[in-house]
């Protein structure tokens, strides 16, 4: 879509939405007109991309679109990488010299974390790859030098034919999503979905470009990019990963990505400061049933080419050279063991001649496999397998097991090595020199090089949506006395958001980011330079009355499953920022919110306390930038205008979360393609509706834990500071030792070992406090999940859990008896009576932490899932003593 036909659309909407917004109708005519360039169109000429779009199918419906498969529908794409006679008799006269092992080898890609240098010399693994938070050595501070020394290493030992007679150099894998985001010092880019909402096609080639020279540095060849997800449910924990529900636009940006890390195919492709790139996550994962990560998708087939295919028919033209397959089932059936589409579709009718490499140990969730065995997902065109832990070695083995006794074609095989091959070639893989050789590599300067922070700030003023501006507050001048307040201020890791360092983005502080900003950095540079004053309190306490207060706040960092939620209330049950805006609005200070989020979520609430609202989403490392569009130039002209515009719409109630439903009865609150400039016109009043939904209970449960701690909790161990929830990282002091273990998924869970030297304490604390008196009131938990794992004592040591209320003020249960019964290596629920805490002394109406786990002895524990649950009094096994 061009950007005359994108400002047209807008220009469309805004004539309109004031009428709408009044009259809370926002009908179908309004929405077509918002987002006329989707390829679903509203007049229902496409009738599987609009029932796609409507509320769930029923099961006929659902088996009619799973078997009726129409590959006729899916284009013949004209790629722009061509075939090349050379490369493939190099291709094909090196496969005809290559073992079975050999082969299968080239079909592995392990894990940094488990496999060595010696591993790679013995097997020689076609690629390896680095998960998130996963660094050479297991060292988060991991200098440039440290990731090209192990690059060099790999390298070396997958030419080394002396154990396995095998010289073909071997790739590395990297997830550099929003920047080369795993390395120190990195450019961070916006996430996704504040790139959507830019729109600028050249800009995210830039980006591109950037990410694959500093990913070069580091001596990597391949990057897990782009996304091309087009969410379908604001549920879904990897919405931001999405560019936008308008599959023209992801079309567009996959693309651009695609150009801008591997090189144009008739220029300098795959070349010295290219990278290979990675379509994702093939196909359908924006649209699962629910928004459940990993889930299923149950659209008709044409919507799942019109609506979740655009992103490949936009990147496998451009030439990307690898798809990684999805998670997700279409149909019940797993993408990874999906023969039809992999290869009938994606190889066949679209004609994609690189490979398709999975995701992670993705083949262990097709029916009938596990990690160490899946031969389903070889017949159906899995070209390579990621399999991380140490079920490489019985999958490498089982698979070629398989081929041995015909469950596996051979010339399978030969394909799915042919695929590898011809991308190596392509790359230049047998010819560049190693990688601590090669023109970038250890060329330090260039990682969060100036010029690419410029870029990077240009993608932050372009992707910020302005929400509201009554009285026209913004763009504030200043010369002004202000007060910056809210948790999201000065904090680069949550302005960041996951895949940021670590997977899920937590436990990082601005220190982890060398050369970046926060947003309240920002603010004070600006004011500083026009002779104002400003004050950072992140209660939003002050000292002299501002003339305007900045309050930075929204969700903690997150990546996939973990960022699944059940509704799109704003901190449901536990309203800390509503309470510091109103505050500020009663003592009769104008309130401009900076919201991030990584998905559009119902504010109705804190948009009826502020004066301005501002969506920043996730702007990555350069924080200042915000600053540049917020504030005037001193003489009061505009320094940057606002000129992004949702690409999402935003949701009316908590509830709403299926984007873009094309009928009578979707009202968002604000459409697709909404943003306003300085000086239009504001459209949302101080009255918004703030009534919860009527399948969202008046009382609803509070999580505390689930997979990491939940806003506006942080996680404190004994008298350290307090940190965000751990993902791969240990954090030890001289009372405990806590890491990350896996139940479920991977680090959803924590293990505590106290070592009895002084009190050991592990809480989930905040600055503000929070009133659970109608928990109390309403027969609630707190329940917890734990397992005990170590042989226990004759006499089990005194463990208590706490709600404190203040230093002097806390409540305490001891649990001793009950973990003493449990069953070791088993999970058990606990749930003790909310009473208990009150009756034991914490005042239930100022509580700064729900939770706090604490001994004095020597003493193991592994715990996970912790909620505060109304009206679960009938599940309580822990009373009051």
Known sequence: MTNEKFIDNKLKS??????????????????????????????????????EIKPEQSAASSLLAKTSANISIWPKLDIAVKTNADIERKVASLLATMTLEQKIAQMIQPEIRDITVEDMRKYGFGSYLNGGGAFPNNDKHATPSDWVNLAEAMYQASIDDSLDGNSIPTMWGTDAVHGHNNVIGATLFPHNIGLGAANNPDLIEKIAAITAIEVRVTGIDWVFAPTVAVVRDDRWGRTYEGYSEDPEIVRAYSAAIVKGLQGAADKDFLGDNRVISTIKHFIGDGGTDGGDDQGNNLSAEQALLDIHGQGYVGGLTAGAQSVMASFNSWHGSKIHGNKYLITDVLKGKMGFDGFVVGDWNGHGQVKGCSNESCPQAVNAGLDIFMVPTDAWRPLYENTIKQVKSGEIAQTRIDDAVSRILRVKFRAGLFDKPSPVNRALSGKIHLIGAIEHREVARQAVRESLVLLKNKGNLLPLLANQHILVAGDGADNIGKQSGGWSITWQGTNNFNDDFPGGSSIYQGIKQQVNTQG????????????????????????????????????????????????????????????????????PLWINAELNASDAFVAVWLPGSEGVAVADVLFSKANGDINHDFTGKLSYSWPATANQTRVNRFDDNYQPLLPYGFGLSYGEPNVLADDLDVSTDKTTTSLPSITLFESSVKSPWKMMISDSHATNAMTSSIIENKALYLRTIDRDVQEDARRVLFNGSEKGLIAFTSSSATDLTPYSKANSTLELTVRLTEQKNLVMPQVYLSMSCGEQCQGQVNISKELSSLKLNQWHTLNIDLQCFEKNGADMSNIFSPFSLHTIAQFSIDFTDVYIRPNNLEQANISCQ
């Open 532 to 599: 104002g004053s400003v004050e950072l309190n992140i209660d939003g306490h002050y000292n002299t009355k501002p003339d305007v207060a900045i309050v930075v706040f929204g969700e903690e960092p997150y990546a996939e499953g973990v960022g699944d939620i059940e509704n799109l209330e704003y901190q449901q049950g536990v309203k800390q920022d509503l309470a510091l805006l109103k505050r500020l609005k009663a003592d009769g200070i104008k309130v401009v919110s900076l919201f991030i989020s990584g998905r």
């Open 14 to 51: 805004k004539r309109l939405r004031s009428q709408a917004l009044n009259s809370n109708k926002l009908k179908t005519s309004i929405l077509c007109l918002a987002i006329s360039s989707l390829l679903v169109g509203c007049n229902g000429n496409k009738q599987e991309s609009v029932a």
